[in-house]
Each structure stands twice: as C-alpha cells, then as structure tokens.
C-alpha cells in the first residue's frame, strides 16, 4: 500500500519557541493532507485540510496563526507549531488521500506514524 | 459528529474469533464504511472497506447488514498484536479529498 512518512516521530521543545512537522506522500502524489491531533486517551481530532498550492483551512477552534500548514509541493506537507506551549503537547498525525482509483473505489486515506510533541 | 457508534472496548482471548459491531444508521447511498485501528503511539492503520457487499482480505472480514446501517469487523483468529483501538469511519465515495472522522473506536483487548 502507499506510504505516507512523518518527521520527527519524536520532538522536545522549549516554550516559546517553533517546531516544524514534516508529512511525505513516498510513492503517490497527495493534492489534500489532513492534520489531526490526538491527546491521551482521546480519538483523532481534525485540525485543518491542507490543499497544494493554496491556503489550508482550518477546522473550527484551531488558530491557524498558531498552526502554520504548508502544501508547497504534492508529496510535502509541514505543520509548524509556532511558539509553543506546554499545552500544545500531543500526538499529531497527518493523512495524504490517496486517490480515487475508479468511480466504485473510494479514495482511501493513508496515514502518517504520528509526532510526538513534547512542550517543556 | 462521527455518525457511527461503537462499544467502547471489548476482549477477546488469544487464536478466537473477534466480532466488533458498528451502528451507522443513517448512512447514505454514497457512504463506504472504513476500518481503520490504532496501535499504542502509532497512526492509524487501514485495515478494511466496503459499500454492499461483505468483503475479505488478508487482515479481517466485513461484513455489512442487508440495510446497510450496520457492519461488523471479524478477526478471525485473534494475536496479540491485533491488541489496538479499531475504528469504524463513514466515507463518502463521491467526496474526494475526503477527511475522515473518527469517533473513540472499541479497545480491543486480546487475553493470551
């Protein structure tokens, strides 16, 4: 199946300052990424729709000063966590569609391992 | 509103049959019915999809309710490895680009 890839798995940041996730498409090319974060014990939760080539939108409660998405090409995606705070600290996972194979095969969603954001 | 519903965490012991229920009763022509699971500090894995029809491939079953407004995923023989939390997620065929929805999905606890 398709690959999605995501960097860091792991972060540690300071508070206050800026972390940048990467989310790669490796074998397919992804027009929309999706952004989800996942705190603990919690179900996956959208932040924001990422589109190549234009500006991301956000899902309602999502600061996108805060959450910075870049779709520059259509294997990258990047969320960057703009000075972040303690609470910012979670599980973020992006997902590339896949594609629509034919008219009686839905797009299927391939998802990213996850970042761990650790905020101190 | 992840418009299906699911029990919260069920078990099973190691090598038996696993059956997780899904409600999605106001499903619509055009939706596919996804399985996705989690395994701890990981992102989510496809497991399986279908529209109609039961279907089969090497992870699991799904079987789909003549009316469509339920589904059950079948593991046939349970591993531990096969511990995660499993979602049942609505897709609609025709919205391409699609996000999916996740509700809090069933833990599935396997028992050796």
């Known amino acids: 199946g398709a690959v999605v890839s995501q960097h860091p798995s792991r972060v540690i940041c300071k508070s206050g300052t800026s972390v940048k996730i990467e989310c790669r498409s490796l074998d397919f090319q992804a027009t929309t990424m999706f952004w989800y974060r996942q705190f603990p014990k919690q179900s996956l939760m959208l932040m924001a729709t990422s589109n190549e080539g234009s500006k991301a939108t956000y899902e309602q409660g999502v600061e996108k000063d805060k959450f910075l998405i870049n779709h520059a090409s259509l294997t990258l995606s990047t969320l960057t966590v703009t000075s972040a705070h303690p609470e910012d600290s979670s599980f973020y996972i992006c997902?590339?569609?896949?594609?629509?194979?034919?008219?009686?095969?839905?797009?299927?969603?391939?998802f990213g391992q996850g970042t761990r954001l650790t905020v101190v | 509103d992840a418009k299906t519903t699911q029990p919260n965490s069920m078990e099973s012991n190691e090598e038996e049959p696993v059956h997780l229920p899904c409600n999605h009763s106001?499903?619509?022509?055009?939706?596919?019915i996804h399985w996705y699971r989690q395994l701890p500090s990981q992102g989510p894995e496809y497991v399986i999809h279908g529209l109609t029809s039961n279907v089969n491939n090497r992870m699991a079953s799904l079987a789909i309710a003549e009316d469509r407004k339920s589904s059950t995923l079948i593991l046939h023989r349970a591993t531990l490895r096969d511990a995660a939390v499993y979602y049942c997620i609505r897709g609609d065929r025709d919205n391409y680009g699609q996000n999916f929805v996740f509700g809090p999905g069933t833990r599935l606890s396997v028992l050796p």
């Open positions: 106001t499903i619509s022509g055009t939706d596919y």
């Open positions: 997902s590339a569609e896949g594609g629509q194979i034919s008219w009686y095969r839905p797009a299927e969603a391939f």
